[in-house]
């Protein structure tokens, strides 16, 4: 799959409003998921995503666990914008 063809997913499935606020969700996520996956599932996860997009998959304390809940909060702090 394409970058561009994965933005229009997102976008698709998230009923986003255009290709954009589809790269910020992505960047999100995986900013989110990076803190939480080791490195080996960081590393399967990139390599089955279009080039680019894995780089969002900051490294961080893999200890990190979170529930539905905690992970749904997370992403507003780890997403475009968001406050260092």
Do not use: K
Not at 3 to 19: I, K, N, P
Request: a negative charge; charged letters at 30%.
């Amino acid at each position: 799959m394409e970058r561009h063809d994965f933005y229009q997913s997102v976008q698709y499935e998230a009923t986003l409003a255009g290709e954009a606020d589809a790269r910020n969700a992505t960047q999100a996520v995986l900013s989110a998921l990076g803190e939480r996956l080791d490195e080996t599932r960081s590393q399967r996860l990139d390599g089955q995503l279009p080039e680019e997009i894995g780089d969002h998959l900051v490294r961080g304390d893999s200890d990190r666990r979170f529930d539905y809940d905690e992970f749904g909060a997370v992403i507003p702090e780890t997403g475009p914008g968001a406050r260092s």
